[in-house]
């Protein structure tokens, strides 16, 4: 690194790459340094469009950039942990799109890889450093709506989708679970913690990948979480987290919030708002840079021991209802 920039990478210069992309100029010390694609042309465009200084005709080119601090992994899910485990081995910090891996081993591999090595790693669970959210797991922990009794939360998009789309595709780590379900898992997971239960169902697609999941996690103090996840209609994509002396309801896009509203007995319901410009990416971004100039190799936002409950968590869900890679 170089005073207090970074010089960022990106690998797959696909559609999530370009909105992390867009937003990175938002975050003070942020250097659009290189792009590796396994197809040069690719890399070129993708360079000229978002006002990255290099282009790489690989990924292994890319790790190889002695111009580059971290590098932001957006390949499909099957595809994270050789393309991260690339980056880790060539001593760069590394924020890996959810989910981390396909697997729970996988993760494993690459977590125990990057700490052995000295390298920063985080899964790129931007939910978890949104302002909004912060805040919320702020008043959460204080007491504001005494003790937390369920959880509720979905995430649909509209169907359908071609049987050759990659959220269709088992070779990609397809199905709504891992693509869509990890957003109210890990809101379930940041609240609550690790469920003492958990119970799911789904229908699945002929290629064997679940496109209608219903989950319910049940915890020890006595709370329950019950998520959705689907790709073949539009839900509310909303959230809302109960207690016993409040509530507090996330709007639609709970997954990036730029608002909620809490609501206690008596009280007028009292709206907190965070406005941001962006998609919200920059906020991860942002905690991957205070990381690295403060010499932390993981983050507290998002801590590999949670990303390794979740993923055990995704994968005896995955057993459940027959979802297999």
């Not at 005494?146 to 990609?172: I, M, W, Y």
């Not at 906020?283 to 205070?290: D, H, N, P, Y």
């Not at 409950?309 to 869900?317: H, S, Y």
Request: charged fraction near 20%; include cysteine; aromatic fraction near 8%.
């Amino acid at each position: 690194m170089t005073g207090q920039k970074v010089r960022w990478g990106i690998l797959g210069p696909g559609g999530i790459a370009g909105t992390f992309a867009a937003d990175l100029p938002l975050v003070a010390g942020a250097e659009l340094a290189a792009v590796g694609s396994r197809n040069l042309a690719s890399a070129e465009a993708f360079a000229e469009r978002f006002g990255f200084a290099r282009a790489h005709g690989s990924y292994a080119d890319l790790a190889a950039d002695d111009g580059v601090d971290a590098i932001y992994v957006a390949t499909p899910h099957a595809f994270h942990l050789d393309a991260a485990m690339l980056c880790v081995e060539a001593g760069k910090a590394v924020l890996v799109e959810k989910p981390i891996t396909v697997d729970l081993a996988s993760a494993t591999t690459l977590i125990e890889a990057a700490r052995a090595r000295g390298v920063f790693l985080m899964e790129a669970m931007w939910m978890r450093c949104n302002p909004a959210i912060r805040k919320i797991t702020e008043l959460v922990a204080g007491g504001a709506i005494g003790d937390v009794s369920a959880l509720h939360a979905d995430f649909g998009l509209q169907g359908p989708f071609e049987a050759t789309h990659r959220l269709r595709d088992p070779r990609l780590g397809g199905g709504a679970l891992l693509d869509l379900g990890v957003y109210p898992i890990h809101l379930a997971h940041l609240i609550l913690g690790s469920p003492a239960s958990a119970h799911a169902w789904a229908h699945l697609t002929p290629e064997r990948v679940d496109e209608n999941t219903g989950v319910l996690l049940g915890y020890q103090a006595g709370a329950v979480a019950a998520l959705t996840c689907s790709i073949n209609g539009a839900s509310r994509n909303a959230a809302s987290i109960t207690g016993t002396a409040g509530r507090i309801d996330l709007p639609v896009s709970f997954f990036a919030p730029r608002s909620f509203v809490l609501h206690r007995p008596d009280r007028a319901p009292e709206t907190f708002e965070f406005p941001f410009e962006g998609s919200g990416y920059q906020f991860e971004a942002a905690e991957v840079q205070r990381c690295l100039l403060a010499g932390e190799l993981e983050s507290p936002l998002v801590p590999q021991a949670t990303t390794l409950e979740v993923m055990a968590l995704l994968d005896a869900l995955r057993e459940q209802i027959g979802v297999a890679y």
